[in-house]
């Protein structure tokens, strides 16, 4: 039961001059294409992109093809994000490991993504372990680097708190150096998605044809410009609702990280 | 007992020819100035550090490692407190998963009372005053049932009115746990006030070379206590030992 004063809330947590900037932006660009004033052959105006959505909608393909998307990204994501914790973790904590390792970091790290594309192709083929491989090698260093930084940052005297309470090596890990990092890794994480997001449209438009890149692609060959822009419109409302949930999933799971956040920087 | 550090390509002494006993049951302060490697002297007796000669017993058994049964209480309550923990779940984490959830909650409400910090449970460290996440961490020491609580200047960072009143909290909690407490100070009032033995600290490489037993009564009192001509001629005579040094 909503009551009316939520709603207000609700209502006052709109951008509302935010969002009058869109409706007018958009407005003109309607305007001018009904003027004539553009003149593209493929340019639609956004009410024919909006048909064209509804189009592919009823179709089925429109929400075939963000299934296909969103769980490629959340797999890839979710690889990544592990992988990166694990290791970041380890480096994080010992010079050692970080000694042998980090000049191979810094080697991959700057790699371009798509050039892990044709290689990913010869060994996978058009499919979904090439569209992962795309993802999870680029989204894995913002993780990686944000938690080992953050692990080496955090105080020793933490440390120190955990050996005179003969915590063993894997609990500190759990109860310390994970929490105490969490800020860090955070960061990390959301990059991560939104670089996922990226990666897997991309990974669909040359590599594996499914999904909404591949959805992009067809249509701009097909030269059904309305549908094309559909699918543009679709993977900009996936980013914002990927980013969405994860800040509310990550403020949802642990309000006491968020509360502690919200107090040191106040 | 003594330690080498390294320092610039060779190694410093830091302590050297130090040699006591803590008994059960007492109440040992060390007092000396800056520079004279008392916090060293703690992370030692603690196991964080090892020492480069001679060796630290506890209950017979070289110390190697953080032993069961002493823990540490460290100057920097900000940064030796879980801050994205409440005060309850910080009081539990020397315990968790080594005690019954049954017992758990007795021991750390019974730590809490004995700090005097309840009606806190809830709170997270940065929600509370320096006086209490003090007591926070020194409740979370409480609930492991210590044997030996080593404490490195504890109080330093606190005004005068909060340090006075958790110097009593401590000689009470002593008193009820019957616990022995070894207690780093640069404060040779608050080194007399509280030990029932003081030794003093000094030079570089620092080393002990007197002990007082301090043969005031019990229990001790903020005022009366510190007007008596006995706690005087202590705190004179702790001050001519360190060398005369203004506290």
């Given at each position: 039961m909503i009551s009316p004063h939520s709603w207000r809330r609700a209502l006052r947590r709109v951008n509302i001059a935010g969002l009058l900037t869109i409706i007018v932006c958009l407005g003109l660009w309607e305007l001018a294409i009904r003027a004539g004033i553009l003149r593209y052959q493929y340019l639609p105006a956004p009410s024919a992109i909006a048909a064209g959505a509804e189009e592919l909608a009823a179709r089925g393909e429109l929400s075939a093809a963000v299934l296909h998307t969103l769980e490629a990204v959340l797999l890839g994501w979710t690889i990544a994000t592990t992988l990166g914790v694990s290791f970041g973790l380890v480096l994080g904590s010992s010079q050692l490991a970080r000694r042998y390792s980090l000049s191979t970091i810094e080697v991959l790290r700057p790699m371009p993504a798509i050039a892990f594309i044709p290689v990913a192709l010869l060994l996978f083929g058009f499919s979904t372990a090439t569209e992962l491989t795309v993802i999870v090698l680029p989204a894995l260093w913002p993780v990686l680097v944000g938690t080992m930084q953050s692990v080496m940052n955090i105080h020793p005297r933490l440390r120190d708190v955990a050996r005179t309470f003969r915590l063993r090596r894997v609990p500190t890990m759990i109860k310390i150096l994970l929490p105490a990092a969490a800020p860090g890794i955070m960061v990390g994480a959301r990059i991560s998605l939104t670089l996922a997001l990226v990666l897997a449209v991309l990974a669909e438009m040359v590599?594996?044809?499914?999904?909404l890149g591949y959805g992009v692609v067809s249509e701009q060959q097909a030269l059904r410009p309305d549908l094309m822009f559909a699918y543009v419109v679709v993977i900009g409302f996936l980013g914002i609702a990927l980013n969405a949930l994860l800040v509310g999933a990550l403020t949802g799971l642990s309000p006491a990280t968020a509360a502690a956040l919200e107090g040191r920087s106040s | 007992m003594s330690l080498d550090l390294p320092h610039q390509g060779g190694t410093r002494k830091i302590l050297t020819d130090i040699s006591f006993e803590v008994h059960r049951g007492e109440f040992v302060t060390i007092v000396g100035p800056s520079g004279t490697g008392k916090t060293t002297l703690v992370r030692v007796l603690g196991g964080l550090t090892p020492c480069t000669s001679g060796s630290v017993r506890f209950n017979g058994r070289e110390v190697d490692a953080p032993p069961e049964g002493v823990v540490i209480v460290f100057q920097d309550y900000a940064h030796a407190l879980l801050q994205w923990r409440t005060v309850v779940r910080n009081v539990a984490f020397g315990i968790e998963g080594r005690v019954t959830a049954c017992e758990l909650r007795d021991r750390v409400s019974s730590a809490l009372r004995l700090v005097g910090?309840?009606?806190?449970?809830?709170?997270?460290?940065?929600?509370?005053s320096g006086g209490m996440q003090q007591r926070v961490q020194i409740a979370r020491a409480l609930a492991v049932r210590p044997a030996v609580l080593l404490m490195d200047e504890p109080f330093a960072a606190l005004d005068a009115m909060t340090k006075a009143s958790l110097q009593d909290e401590l000689l009470r909690v002593k008193h009820e746990t019957d616990c022995s407490i070894v207690f780093i100070t640069h404060d040779i009032e608050e080194a007399v006030y509280l030990g029932d033995r003081v030794a003093v600290i000094n030079g570089s490489p620092g080393t002990i070379r007197q002990t007082f037993d301090i043969t005031l009564g019990k229990p001790?009192?903020?005022?009366m206590t510190r007007q008596t001509a006995e706690f005087l001629k202590f705190r004179y005579a702790v001050h001519q030992a360190i060398g005369g040094v203004a506290s």
């Open positions: 590599g594996n044809p499914e999904g | 910090l309840e009606g806190y449970d809830d709170d997270f460290p940065w929600q509370l001790r009192d903020q005022i």
